[in-house]
């Protein structure tokens, strides 16, 4: 059985920082990228963030580049993405997935096999 479970979210003031965590089970985890969504109250479920099954290449959201930093360590079957100078509108839940596809990236919800149930991150102002 294929578990993926978040963790690190909870309220932040705007330009603070946390880090996620998405600890993976129940799959060969370094053959699959990771890919983060995150999701606000009344909005649609958008593209975060994507590393790699190597960790070699990453991809971003416009809305999150030179603030997100998305990361992996196969060793330990864990993906994490760290957030830097956090603005109000980053409040939504946020969801570790991974497609249905080994070795290839893909940044559509629709692609993804798996999904952990997601950690909230509340930015105040």
């Known amino acids: 059985q294929v578990q993926l479970v978040e963790s690190g979210g909870g309220l932040v003031q705007a330009g603070g920082s946390l880090r996620l965590s998405c600890a993976a089970s129940?799959?060969?985890?370094?053959?699959?990228?990771i890919s983060w969504f995150r999701q606000a109250p009344g909005k649609e479920r958008e593209f975060v963030a994507a590393?790699?099954?190597?960790?070699?290449?990453?991809t971003y959201a416009d809305s999150v580049k030179g603030r997100f930093t998305i990361s992996r360590d196969n060793t330990k079957n864990t993906g994490y993405l760290q957030m830097n100078n956090l603005k109000p509108e980053d409040t939504a839940v946020y969801y570790c997935?991974?497609?249905?596809?080994?070795?290839?990236?893909?940044?559509?919800?629709?692609?993804?096999?798996?999904w952990g149930k997601g950690t909230l991150v509340t930015v105040s102002s």
């Open positions: 129940g799959l060969t985890f370094s053959i699959y990228s």
């Open positions: 590393i790699s099954f190597s960790g070699g290449s990453t």
């Open positions: 997935a991974v497609p249905r596809e080994t070795l290839v990236v893909r940044t559509t919800h629709h692609d993804m096999e798996y």
